[in-house]
């Protein structure tokens, strides 16, 4: 039983990885940057949870409500006043700011909320109920993970069927052929890294009640939204949703087959042997960085 | 319709367009004429704002040479750039969808005038761009530009890798585009053909517009001849 007990709970922390990696891949898709800061935005979202709980009472999954729009808007702003400066410019430039970005946000945060670890209980934190088999699924992972489904619906008929999505979408595949058909390229990038934001925000309220918070909680999906990213195709959000939850997987197996201390090895393994065997991931068109 | 007035334009440090000026007609089809690296795909690219130009360009009237390349989609010039530029994965109703992002409630009309144009695009509209042929992606990439309903249209070597078959096809569809009343500023390699259906031309040399004529006087000018012609 220990296989599917494993399974499954790789599925459900699958689904967070992946809804942390589709914001990766979109802004890197539509902007051709690679988001340092990704992991932070991601922590900022945990302590949003965590405050609108504590000091207002409402739900963490309520509490999406509210912190989707402002992480929109937070990005939104971010590109608009600092990102779009290095659009286009050597990767080193975008790779400083990015980093000088989350390092301002991480000490931030350092500052504001102190390095104590906070841990965001609510009535149902530990619950879980039994499969046959006696295989248990934690309640607010299942929650985490059908809000992840949702989301990851929402953002498919976005990008699939709006005028703006499509645009997205043609973007990321040709920015230069994009501006010639009239969009407006800038705007693009800042409703990328808008919606981005939005998502690794989620992820973080989503995982609240499962991790410790702390002003460096994020960095940890950092790399593992790299690797989902490569492993999905670089720019392909289709790819990341399902390389995260691949990546949940094998890691929830190789814990429970090698030891949790060689998980992290595992998935790292996995990531080189990506990029050494196939660099353009399962999805992927842009192999070349 | 379009008056361009000393143009300076390149690329970082370096030079690429001197002092520039020309000017296109309402209702003709102009060619530019120039050998490779004449910087003729740096004019198209300078007019559509995709690199930033210096010196006068005024269209209908009024000063774009400092709107966002958006901004003069938005005017009514379209460029169909060098290389097709395509988008891989949007199907072809999808290009063509962008090609119209400006002015989706025209689609329906548009797209049936495109379809006429191009019959073999209505044939697959679910193909991703990507995974059509050279010269379908050339009629795409034609078909997107003036889903944007142009009222100049700048087509960029449009006969490219083409057979010489297709790129009778695609010229006779520019014929039309202009017969419809789209004004055509037209780069070629095939200088013979595009000259023949051109009321003006011309003619740049590192760039710097050393001549210009009717596309007949071209045609018949020693310069062009030897240089272009082969004769
Ligand atoms: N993106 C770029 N960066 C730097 N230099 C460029 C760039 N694009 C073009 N150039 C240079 O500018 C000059 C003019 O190029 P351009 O593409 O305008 O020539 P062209 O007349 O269209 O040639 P062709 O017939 O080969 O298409 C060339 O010397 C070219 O090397
Ligand atoms: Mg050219």
């Known amino acids: 039983m220990l296989f599917f007990q494993s399974l499954i709970s790789g599925i459900l922390t699958g689904g967070i990885y992946a809804l942390a990696a589709m914001g990766m891949s979109l802004v890197f898709g539509v902007m051709n940057i690679s988001n340092f800061a990704h992991g932070d935005l991601m922590m900022l979202g945990m302590y949003m949870a965590y405050y609108l709980f504590t000091l207002l009472n409402i739900d963490p999954f309520l509490s999406l409500v509210l912190i989707m729009p402002a992480a929109f808007v937070f990005g939104y702003a971010i590109e608009k006043t600092m990102i779009n400066r290095v659009i286009g410019h050597p990767s080193e430039n975008q790779i400083l700011l990015t980093v000088g970005l989350g390092l301002i946000m991480g000490n931030t945060a350092l500052l504001a909320f102190t390095s104590d670890p906070k841990i965001l209980t609510t009535s149902y934190s530990s619950s879980s109920f039994n499969l046959p088999g006696d295989i248990s699924v934690s309640i607010p992972m299942l929650l985490s993970f059908l809000v992840t489904c949702l989301l990851t619906a929402v953002l498919y008929l976005f990008l699939s069927t709006t005028r703006t999505g499509m645009a997205l979408r043609a973007t990321s595949q040709n920015r230069e052929a994009a501006q010639l058909m009239g969009i407006d390229v800038s705007r693009m990038s800042a409703i990328a890294f808008g919606i981005g934001t939005l998502l690794a925000a989620s992820a973080g309220a989503l995982i609240a009640q499962t991790y410790y918070i702390d002003p460096f909680a994020g960095h940890t999906f950092l790399l593992k939204s790299f690797t989902i990213c490569v492993l999905g195709g670089l720019g392909s959000v289709i790819g990341a949703g399902v390389g995260g939850i691949v990546i949940g997987v094998v890691e929830a197996m190789s814990a429970a087959y090698l030891s949790s201390e060689w998980k992290d090895v595992v998935v790292f393994v996995l990531f080189l042997a990506i990029l050494l065997l196939r660099p353009r991931g399962l999805f992927g068109r842009k192999g070349e960085q | ?231």
């Open chain 2, 1 to 231: 319709m379009l008056e361009i007035r000393n143009l300076n334009a390149g690329y970082g440090e370096m030079p690429v367009l001197k002092s520039v000026s020309l000017s296109v007609s309402k209702g003709e089809i102009l060619s530019i004429v120039g050998s490779n690296g004449a910087g003729k795909s740096t004019l198209l690219k300078s007019i559509s704002g995709v690199v930033r130009a210096s010196g006068s360009m005024d269209f209908l009237g009024a000063p774009i040479v400092d709107l966002k390349p958006h901004e003069i989609v938005r005017r009514g010039i379209v460029h169909v750039p060098e290389g097709r530029k395509i988008f891989p994965e949007l199907t072809v109703s999808e290009n063509l969808r962008m090609g119209a992002f400006l002015n989706p409630q025209h689609y329906r009309s548009r797209i049936e005038m495109v379809f006429d144009l191009f019959p073999r695009l209505a044939e697959r509209p679910n193909q991703l761009g990507g995974t059509m042929s050279g010269g379908e992606q050339q009629m795409l990439a034609i078909a997107r530009g003036l889903m944007g309903d142009p009222k100049l249209l700048m087509l960029d070597e449009p006969s490219l890798g083409l057979s010489p078959l297709y790129a009778e096809t695609v010229f006779r569809s520019i014929g039309e585009i202009n017969r419809n009343g789209v004004t055509v500023l037209l780069v070629e390699q095939n200088v013979f053909l595009s000259l023949s259906i051109s009321n003006r031309g011309y003619v740049i040399e590192t760039g710097s517009v050393v001549l210009t004529g009717s596309g007949q006087e071209l045609l018949e000018n020693p310069q062009v001849k030897k240089a272009f012609l082969g004769m």
